[in-house]
């Protein structure tokens, strides 16, 4: 992990960015819209039917599967698209089996879920890595009793100066023990809390099997704000109505930081009065305090509208 405020993910060429714990959860938004764009949207699907299988398409799912050996689980998905549902699940069958990489596994599986394959290894996989990661008490890195510094705008390329805007709260003194604890260095401990650890809960959530949702709902309850926003996400990807008021409470429940990001990414899918309620209550904080703090109307913090 680079020194840098955005870390880089080798596997996936993303790079992350590390945010802290500014008013009402502005950058923790910021983040999570990279996450989901990068991690969790991709879609699986394949190529029309009738589509030639040309030769650019095999090289592409050849280099596709090279990728995935080589640790880019970013390339799962593409491995669907380019052999198509039938064809894609025996290579990512023998993928997984030889692969040693967690986070490549935990992708696999996920596909293999979505594509409806029958053998329970992969749903369980899923959830094993899910519910260590509820179990497993991450804490959010940052401290929450500092005063909110501006928030600076949203940059698309690597500004080193913009992106060091984004951390400049202190690391909360339990975080720091707690990664000391496990022999975990700080900076590969912050990604892990922010970043890895919650994704496993959106990735079980995306996998569309709702066996995942008594582990989704206990996430509400975690300690890091980011597993409560993917807990939160991954019910409403499921369409899990009756855990509506659960993710309202964890609104009510959580720090300012994770509140505001539960209810946009938690409530805002749902076909529901009160989820619509609560969701446009916080979008309207959020807009609010983005104004008073000269974010500037550049910063989208809908996520259902492009940027």
């Not at 709702?210 to 975690?222: C, H």
Request: hydrophobic share 40%; charged share 20%; with cysteine.
């Amino acid at each position: 992990m680079s020194n840098s405020p955005r870390s880089k993910d080798v596997r996936s060429g993303a790079a992350r960015p590390i945010c802290s714990n500014m008013a009402l959860s502005l950058p923790l938004l910021i983040c999570l819209s990279i996450l989901l764009g990068a991690v969790a949207h991709g879609q699986v699907g394949g190529r029309q039917p009738g589509a030639a299988a040309d030769s650019v398409g095999r090289d592409n799912l050849a280099k596709a599967v090279n990728e995935v050996k080589g640790g880019n689980w970013a390339s799962v998905d593409q491995i669907v698209t380019e052999a198509g549902p039938v064809r894609a699940v025996p290579i990512l069958h023998d993928l997984f089996a030889n692969s040693q990489d967690a986070e490549v596994k935990e992708r696999i599986a996920g596909a293999l879920v979505k594509l409806g394959d029958k053998d329970s290894a992969y749903f369980d996989f899923m959830l094993i890595q899910a519910t260590e990661a509820v179990e497993n008490y991450t804490l959010y890195p940052f401290r929450l009793d500092l005063k909110a510094s501006p928030i600076p705008k949203p940059q698309q390329d690597n500004n080193r100066q913009d992106h060091d805007a984004m951390l400049l709260q202190e690391l909360s003194p339990e975080f720091v023990a707690w990664a000391k604890s496990r022999s975990i260095p700080v900076e590969p401990a912050i990604e892990e809390a922010l970043y890895t650890i919650p994704g496993r809960l959106l990735q079980l959530g995306m996998a569309g099997d709702k066996r995942a949702i008594p582990v989704l709902r206990r996430g509400l309850s975690s300690p890091n704000g980011m597993i409560e926003v993917m807990a939160a996400q991954g019910l409403a990807e499921l369409k899990d109505n009756e855990s509506i008021p659960l993710i309202v409470e964890a609104c009510e429940r959580a720090p300012a930081y994770a509140a505001s990001a539960i209810a946009v990414f938690g409530l805002r899918s749902f076909d529901d009065p009160r989820a619509q309620s609560v969701y446009q209550s916080y979008l309207a904080k959020l807009q609010d305090a983005s104004r008073e703090q000269g974010a500037g109307q550049d910063t989208n913090l809908n996520p259902d509208q492009p940027k």
